[in-house]
């Protein structure tokens, strides 16, 4: 329900609790193409409301939903953030709060409602959960695992998946949505990566990742994508491999080399985080280095300061193989 006749329609709209379902529709629609979310985070954001639509009706179907009291609406977050142990979640609430002022902000921006009611309701504050990050000897056990435990077919497309999210700090959805096409080894970047907010990113990789990279494509004995099949890394179908095949292959990987606590694609991004700066990387390097506020930002840092953000890549590969050698090394006088 979008363009101007959609907008005049939903105008038209009482907005009462018995028509969730069109506003619901259109809040799904606007948060896909307007604010440009990531699917996952339209899906639960739809969800909530969708939950929260069987509660409204209970209260009254025929009320307003701006009129819905702040309290009312605390308790719906309430509820919605205990779980069956009956032990109040503040991350869920705050997620339920961010879906609901989401819904009512974007009622308010079309003029069916004149207030956002979720606006008088509370974050709760939640402490950060300190993440344990992967050390070099544990990314490269991790590593060891992938080189000696993957199937022939596999192996060194399993080892390039494994160095592009260390060493480029890349995220598991930008990872999997990357085309053969967008490989740049003269000038060693990934360019117009699709990141996260809808952008378009330029990101560079250092000596390794072009390494494990060549290797790969260059690799007879690997998968091989289907006709028209543009994905970088490819399924053992041919096709695109998904988010979740990736997590699968970093879970399983993590195992095998003896890491128990739990390991996803994005602890290898934070692990590259915390190794740049202990490494002394100055912080804006190292959040340029991972992210961009907007293609401009990109734009306006490629000549002046894309040296700062290559050094950082290139002191993340030569800090690996230093480590990688003199882990080597160790094992061998532990063998020997």
Known sequence: MTGPQGIARLRSIVAHVRHMPDLIDAFASYARQE????????????????????????????????????????????????????????????????????????????????????????????????????????MIGVLDAVDTGSAGVYRSRNVAIFQVLFQCGIRVAELVSLNRDQVDFTNRVFHAVKAKGGKRLSLAFNDVVAEALELYLTDTKTVQPREREA???????GTRMSVRAVQNLVRDYARRAGIMRPVTPHLFRHSNVTTLVDMGTPLHVVQRYFDHESITTTQRYSHARSAQTREAGDQLASAWRSHVREHRREDRRNTG
Request: zero cysteines; aromatic letters at 10%.
């Open 231 to 237: 994905a970088l890394f490819v399924s053992n179908r």
């Open 35 to 138: 604010r440009m979310l990531q699917p996952s985070t339209v899906a639960r954001y739809v969800d909530v409301v969708r939950k929260f639509a069987t509660y409204a009706e209970g209260l009254d179907p025929d009320r307003p939903l701006h009129a819905l009291a702040a309290d009312e609406l605390s308790e719906f977050l309430r509820s919605y953030a205990t779980d069956r142990d009956e032990q109040p979640s503040k991350a869920l609430w705050n997620i339920g709060l961010s879906a609901l002022r989401a819904f009512y902000g974007h009622l308010f921006k079309l003029e069916v409602i004149s207030a956002n009611p979720a606006l008088r309701i509370d974050r709760q504050r939640v402490r950060p959960t300190a993440r344990l990050t992967l050390s070099f000897d544990e």
